[in-house]
Structure formats: C-alpha cells, structure tokens
C-alpha cells in the first residue's frame, strides 16, 4: 500500500508531498531528499530507543516506563528553578503540553534557536509571504546567509527557483537569483548574482543599500569594510528595485554575524522601504521542521514567543536573562527537561559543561550528545510518521499531519502522550509532603533479574 501526502518531518520545507511505502518491513520514500530519507530510515534503525533508560553506576540501563515517569516528575518538581528546553523536532501539540508543564511547576520554557530573528521582527515588523505566493509572483529572490541547496534542499525545487508559477510560468528562466554569503556555496554558484561581502559585514552592506535607496552614496570606507564594490551594491539594488514581486530569505548567516537581531531589523526596514518601489517581503529559512512552531505555540498561548519564565506565577520575558544559554552560563537551573533536541550539540562548552553537572531528563528518538550525559531518557515517538499533530512550516503556515505507521511502543501514543503523561504525575505530587521521603514506588530495571523497590530520593541520588 502507497501512503500518499506524508509529511517530512525534517527541516522546515515540511515537504507535505511524500509517497511512503514499506516493503519487507524496508521503508521506500518518494519526492524526499537525501536529508528526508535518512530520517524516514532512522524509524526502523537499530539505534532508536524502543525503551525509557535510566542512568545508574554511570550507565543508561532500561527501566520501567512509570517508574521513568515517576523519577522524571519528580527530578522536575523538586527543583528550585527547571528548565524546560523544547526542540523543533516533534509537534506544536508537544509544545503546548511541555508550556502547560513549565508553568505549572513555575519553570523556564525556551526553544533553542531563531531567537534573533522573532526579535528583529518584534523590532521591525515583517513584510512576509507565504511560500505558495513566492512560487507564484516572485521573479527576484535574494538568499542572504543561507545555503537552500544544500541545507533545505526542496525549498528551491518545491517554491523558491525552478517550479513553475502562475506569473512566472517558465520556471527558472523568469527568476533573477542573487546570493549574499562570503562562502562560494552550491546556491552562490547557482545565482545571477553572487555578492560575497566579507564575513559580519551584513549589517554595515545593508546600511549601504539603505543610504543607496535613499539617494546619498556611501562612505568609500564601505568599500573596504564589507569587500563589496558600491557598483556591485548599485546593481543589486536595481535589481531589487525594479523587480515585479522580490523577496529576501534569510538564514542563520545572517542572524548569527555580529549584530544578531539587528541585522534581521535593518534587514526587514530595507524591506519595507523597498515597498515604495517594488512587492517586496521577507522570509526565514528555518533549518528544523517544526522551528516556528514553539514561537507560535508560546504567543498564542501566554503572549512572549520564546524564553518564558513562569517563577513568578505569570509569564515573563527578557532575552538574554531567562533563555538557554544565559540560564545555564549563569548556572541558574537546578534541572533540565530536554525535549526532541540534542542541545549538548548548540550550546556552548561551558554550558554544556553545567548541563552535565545537573540532573537531566531527555525525550528523543535516538542517541545523541545530549542523550549520552541524560539520567534519565524517554523513548520518543516519530510525529508525522508514527503520531499526528501540526507542524509550522518556514513560512508560518500550519501543516496538519496524519501517520502511516502506529506508536511502536504500548506505553505512548505521542511525545504529546508522553507529556500528557508525564503532567499527571507531577499534578498528583502537589499533595505529597515530601517528595524524597514519602514516595515509594516500584523501579523495574528490565536487564535485571531482581525488582528493585526503592525511595525516588535515592534513586534520585543514584541519577546525580
Ligand atoms: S526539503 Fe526538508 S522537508 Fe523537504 S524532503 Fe528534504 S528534508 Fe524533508
């Protein structure tokens, strides 16, 4: 049987197109890229977790799911200040339970990543367009600081180059591509125009654009700074200028250089002047599929989009003090609850270093980084493929998915399941005394001949 319309579950194209069928238990997948089909193979590896792990002597060895369940509610109702980190990679429906967790317990909930860019859009406002649209009118695309032929590799094929649309029916042959990025990448080379500035001069060749636009020419000092010549800047403009429908698609190059979200707010005010001359919008190329998904879910549901801290019993919001990293710089947590991301591999190694200091729980698939330092690690469902939900595409659009394989597992349906699961427990802990004392329950190490009843405060103690 062919399953058709299956949603990719891997960077934020959510190419929603896939042909899916198993045969001898062997998963064949059409119209996926070679990024898709590796995780569309990753659901029958021999690596995925198929049971909770629980670190004991230094080793993750396999536990009973409510005895994981209860170890891991009470690691996070019994710190002072947890972490909740929630990654891109499982549904807006997760999202929304792990929030409900952390504002329950008065956690910190964060996601990890596009920070810079929801602040350059609070700062400036975006121009944007769906990815339908794009396909349809736009005859300019700019990729500033991002590579999509190698990093989203459908968004050219599906939207942004090659398909035909409704004004631009030849395809390819009616576009005019131009790439800013110091790297001679795959997409430079595709382009018209390659304009490779050096590396963190984005901000300082956009006010170049900007006093351009304006009539005025810019300092010659420029020249130098960004390694651009002003008659490439004057070239490009034009082209921008006179255009029916542009738009710009930024990546992590661009929100990563010096400057972060100030590079996306000039780079949306540019947009925005353009107006005047042309259609002209702005959109993110998001490297994770459900990366804008925590940014809506979070807005819709308490009004901040990232970095949410509920200590207080209300939500409050203030990048740079209650986000990831500065948390964990800070050593302002005193347990973290991972959530489908491997976030030993984004932060850096003093971070990394003081999240291994501290109790750690992980939901995920399979091994990874973070995984590895985990106490305790919650077998993952594969959403899209094995549960359905909502995924947020790049562009903002809601993409509802439906599977064609059943949870593998009898315990959970979904991470949304899990989690569901998981806020039970620790709403039930808010009538016990004493957690470490009083909680006795049943720890069944699966390898081990003996059922092991123990206190969750030494087995607690066993897990630091
Ligand atoms: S472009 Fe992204 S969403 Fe589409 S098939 Fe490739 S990895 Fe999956």
Redesign the pocket.
């Known amino acids: 049987m062919i399953h058709k319309n299956i949603?990719?579950?891997?960077?934020?194209?959510?190419?929603d197109d896939?042909q899916v069928e198993i045969k001898n238990g062997k998963i064949e997948a059409k119209?996926?890229?070679?990024?898709?089909?590796s995780?569309f193979n990753e659901i029958t590896s021999p690596r995925r977790f198929k049971q909770p792990l629980l670190k004991f002597g230094g080793k993750l060895r396999p536990v009973s799911w409510d005895g994981a369940l209860q170890i891991a509610a009470d690691i996070l109702f019994s710190a002072k200040r947890p972490l909740i980190s929630i990654g891109s990679e499982t549904s807006c429906e997760a999202h929304e339970v792990g929030l409900m967790i952390g504002e329950y317990l008065g956690a910190i909930v964060d996601t990890i990543g596009n920070g810079a860019t929801v602040m350059g859009t609070q700062e400036a406002g975006k121009v944007g367009a769906t990815e339908g649209q794009k396909k349809n009118r736009a005859d300019l695309l700019v990729y500033w600081g991002t590579n999509p032929l190698e990093s989203?590799?459908?968004?050219m094929s599906?939207y942004g180059v090659f398909p035909r649309g409704y004004w631009t029916k030849r395809g390819r042959f009616d576009r005019t591509i131009i790439t800013v990025d110091p790297r001679k990448t795959l997409t430079a080379k595709a382009s018209d125009l390659h304009v490779q500035l050096k590396p963190d001069s984005d901000y300082e060749l956009i006010s170049a654009l900007l006093t351009l636009l304006h009539g005025k020419t810019p300092h010659h000092s420029i020249e130098k700074i960004t390694g651009v010549p002003v008659s490439v800047m004057e070239e490009m403009l034009n082209m921008m200028k006179n255009c029916n429908f542009g738009t710009i698609s930024v990546g992590v190059g661009l929100s990563s250089s010096p400057g972060k979200y100030r590079n996306i707010e000039i780079a949306m005010n540019l947009v925005k002047e353009l107006n005047k001359y042309s259609k002209f919008t702005i959109g993110v190329i998001r490297s994770n599929?459900n990366a804008a998904g925590f940014n809506q879910v979070a807005s819709y549901m308490y009004g901040y989009p990232f970095g949410l801290d509920f200590m207080r019993g209300h939500p409050r919001y203030n990048p740079g003090e209650f986000t990831t990293v500065d948390l964990l710089r800070e050593k302002d947590v005193d347990a973290a609850f991972i959530i489908c991301a491997d976030l030993l591999s984004q932060v850096p190694p003093d971070c990394a270093a003081y999240l291994k200091e501290i109790p750690l729980i992980c939901l995920d698939t399979i091994p990874c980084p973070t995984t590895s330092i985990s106490d305790i690690v919650l077998p993952g469902v594969v959403d899209s493929m094995e549960c359905e939900g909502t995924f947020y595409r790049l562009d903002d659009v809601p993409i509802y998915f439906e599977p064609f394989l059943d949870s593998p597992f009898k315990f959970t349906q979904s991470n949304e399941d899990t989690l569901k699961q998981l806020f039970e427990i620790i709403k039930g802990k808010q009538n016990q005394d004493s957690i470490y004392q009083d909680s006795i329950f049943p720890v069944t190490y699966i390898d081990d001949p003996k059922t092991q009843n123990c206190s969750s405060g030494s087995q607690i103690s066993s897990v630091q």
């Open positions: 949603v990719c579950p891997v960077c934020g194209a959510a190419c896939i119209n996926v890229c070679k990024m898709g089909i995780r989203m590799p459908r968004q599906r599929c």
